[in-house]
């Protein structure tokens, strides 16, 4: 995903001259053909991400279009209240990437996990949050958030993610609306961000016992609010995965909906308890630890449906 | 473009002016931090009226100097000047911070023309500042770029990250200076967070930097010439001011940085600010 969203960087570059990059001494080789073409437009500003989310301001302000690109708790978590003055309150089109979206830093352990930055974005006025599952829709959401006036946070996984999505679902995709990749009658998933290939993998393991139908979201903000009102009335049961807490993420917003709806569905939130994440080991098995891989949302559902 | 005056007592004038409508509104109106308003008062006169390129009329206009009031709880004194200056009328500020009004207890960009940035939690205007000073050396564009900080505001690590930054990237286009009035909400700075030798920390930090008496408009006009200072290099200046400055019994004295008047207290105030006003 770091790649396909470098890629995108230098297409969006090529055709508007007032993009520039801002990095937290973070990506290493990621950005060199980024930076080989367009050295006056990348800067590395060292770690000091407060000062980097002001300094985008400050640019933004005067006419630029910056990028702000470090680790997802450096980014969001160390700089949150200049994300929430200078950028939301000044509502200014800063465009922030963050990369380790969930259990990607694995064994960097919980410093570097993200579990918590798509609440806490979420939560915020004029800020809009997209969550590509794969390489393919990054450039998608990385050419959805220039439309926004205000400012969008993307949160990437690391490298090396397979592309999930069809063409046919890359064609259909909508900015800001649910990607429907598959209708079904029973069993309702919702998934969000590269956590997709677990949740499709899940479906498989499901597909002789349920009727499943698979929804992705790629706007957690802006979210599709009729659309998905629509898809739970379709059916008896909902299950939400994230790779991230299950305290105010895709499970927290579509319990929300379904609160406020007439809907008789019941629902399962799957995702990262509400734990530190000291367990050591790669995101494979940092993810069944957790409950999330595959094998598990298969188990979880199986056992919640026949509860 | 607002035309410059370099006459001391008019800037004098004006500095008494300002002390006198804070004094109002503050006594009118909710809220306020007239300590730290009146310590600033005479920065901020200087800039406005002597230094900065500017345009009530316009305040958008590309080619003017930018000023960022980092220190945003003391908004009324930006507020009074602005208006003063003539960028809105008097009905913005008769209403500060009352219910449905327009101008609040810290500054949000563009809520009156002149406002440029969104402040008040400390450690974020110099950050800001030094981004749009760093956008106009890209654009190579000479517009100047002030930022007003507070002692206090220099406890906060971002303010650090951004001298930094300044220095780093040689934005010898932004100046800042530190209304250095020596006090915080609660006590002395150098009894919570001591800065000092502020001036020495800031030429190790790589700016160029001149202290002076911050009441004073003209060491504060001498010491913002750029000709004075170090060329590649961001200009600092240390400004030694008196919290409370112009009423006696609020200067220098922690209780007035943010505290309602009493009538007799407003009265003792007004007359004090008058008096002077008429010396």
């Given amino acids: 995903m770091r790649n396909a969203f470098n890629t995108a960087l230098i297409e969006s570059a090529r055709n508007d001259e007032s993009i520039v990059l801002l990095v937290g001494d973070i990506g290493f080789g990621v950005f060199d053909s980024f930076r080989d073409e367009f050295p006056d437009r990348f800067f590395n500003v060292g770690v000091a991400e407060a000062n980097m989310v002001g300094i985008a301001a400050g640019l933004s302000m005067s006419g630029f279009k910056p990028v702000v690109y470090t680790i997802i708790p450096f980014l969001i978590m160390r700089a949150f209240e200049q994300i929430r003055v200078d950028l939301c309150i000044q509502n200014l089109p800063v465009i922030l990437v963050g990369v380790g979206g969930g259990l990607v830093y694995d064994t960097l352990g919980p410093t570097h996990h993200a579990i918590e930055d798509l609440s806490i974005m979420r939560s915020l006025p004029n800020m809009h949050v997209l969550t590509p599952c794969d390489p393919s829709e990054v450039k998608l959401s990385f050419n959805d958030s220039f439309s926004h006036r205000g400012p969008t946070y993307i949160r990437l996984g690391r490298g090396g993610e397979k592309n999930l999505l069809t063409e046919d679902l890359i064609k259909n995709r909508l900015p800001e609306k649910i990607n429907v990749i598959k209708n079904g009658k029973e069993v309702l998933f919702i998934s969000c961000g590269p956590i997709l290939e677990e949740t499709m993998a899940a479906l498989d393991l499901l597909s002789s016992d349920f009727n499943c139908g698979l929804i992705n979201i790629h706007s957690l903000k802006p979210l599709d609010k009729n659309s998905i009102k629509d898809q739970i009335s379709l059916y008896n049961f909902i299950v939400t995965i994230e790779e991230h807490s299950i305290i105010g993420g895709i499970g927290s917003a579509i319990a929300e909906i379904i609160a406020q709806s007439s809907s008789n569905s019941r629902q399962l939130i799957i995702g990262i308890p509400d734990v530190i994440t000291t367990e050591i080991g790669k995101r494979e098995y940092l993810l069944g630890h957790h409950n999330i891989d595959a094998k598990s949302i298969a188990n979880r559902v199986k056992s919640f449906i026949l509860s | ?279």
Avoid at chain 2, 20 to 37: A, E
Avoid at chain 2, 48 to 60: A, E, F
Avoid at chain 2, 192 to 213: C, H, Q, T, Y
Avoid at chain 2, 256 to 273: F, G, Q, S, T, V
Wanted: a negative charge.
């Fill in chain 2, 1 to 279: 473009m607002f035309t410059k005056l370099t006459d001391l007592d008019s800037l004098e004038n004006i500095s008494k002016e300002i002390r006198l409508r804070i004094l109002d509104i503050v006594f009118t109106t909710p809220g306020g931090h007239i300590g730290g308003c009146y310590s600033v008062t005479d920065i901020l006169v200087t800039l406005y009226y002597g230094v900065l390129n500017h345009d009530p009329k316009n305040s958008k206009w590309a080619d003017r100097d930018f000023l960022i009031l980092s220190k945003g709880h003391c908004c009324l004194a930006l507020y009074s000047i602005l208006e003063k200056c003539g960028y809105f009328d008097n009905t913005f500020l008769e209403q500060y911070s009352c219910n449905g009004g327009l101008l609040g207890g810290h500054p949000k960009k563009d809520d009156a023309p002149g406002i440029e940035a969104t402040t008040g939690s400390l450690g974020h205007g110099l950050s800001i500042g030094s981004g749009i000073a760093w956008a106009h050396k890209m654009k190579k564009k000479s517009n100047r770029v002030f930022v007003v900080l507070s002692d206090g505001e220099m406890n906060e690590g971002s303010s650090w990250e951004a001298l930094m930054f300044a220095s780093q990237h040689k934005l010898d286009n932004l100046t800042i200076i530190i209304d250095n009035n020596k006090l915080e909400s609660l006590d002395l700075t150098d009894n919570i967070l001591s800065n000092e030798p502020l001036d020495k920390r800031l030429e190790a930090f790589g700016w160029s930097v001149k202290r002076v008496n911050g009441n004073n408009h003209g060491e504060i006009l001498t010491a913002i010439n750029p000709e004075l200072h170090q060329e590649g290099k961001p200009i600092a200046i240390v400004a030694d001011t008196i919290k409370g400055k112009g009423v006696s019994f609020m200067e220098s004295n922690s209780m007035w940085h943010y505290r309602k008047l009493k009538p007799d207290e407003y009265k003792i105030a007004k007359k004090e600010l008058k008096s002077n006003s008429d010396a």
